[in-house]
């Protein structure tokens, strides 16, 4: 079993910045986060592997930064300028390969305003 401890997260106004953490009780060789606004299906956010390699969904390539410190097996996202339509639920997510075993966090909410 793996528990993810999520943290950051809130209001901000459009434009500014925010940065989500994850931390893992066990090292997990691909973390991302995913988001679910209001009445639309989870999606995407980003991803990363224990060596390092990216994936990013469209709507945040250039703006969003994903980064993990495997020594703390935490995963961080830094959220800069954010848009009122990344307003959502953002869910840390763990997943190993093989087995296919996904792990999900609680949830924190991220609320940009106009």
């Known amino acids: 079993q793996v528990q993810l401890r999520e943290s950051g997260g809130g209001l901000v106004q459009a434009g500014g910045s925010l940065r989500l953490s994850c931390a893992s009780s066990?090292?997990?060789?691909?973390m991302g986060w995913y988001r679910q606004p209001p009445g639309k299906q989870r999606e995407l956010v980003a991803s990363?592997?224990?060596?390092?390699?990216?994936k990013y969904g469209d709507s945040v390539k250039g703006r969003f930064i994903i980064s993990r410190d495997n020594a703390k097996n935490t995963v961080y996202l830094q959220m800069n300028s954010l848009k009122p339509e990344d307003t959502a639920v953002y869910y840390c997510?763990?997943?190993?390969?093989?087995?296919?075993?996904?792990?999900w966090g609680q949830g924190t909410q991220v609320t940009v305003s106009s």
């Open positions: 997510n763990a997943w190993i390969p093989f087995g296919n075993y996904n792990y």
């Open positions: 066990r090292s997990i060789n691909v």
């Open positions: 990363i592997t224990s060596g390092g390699s990216t």
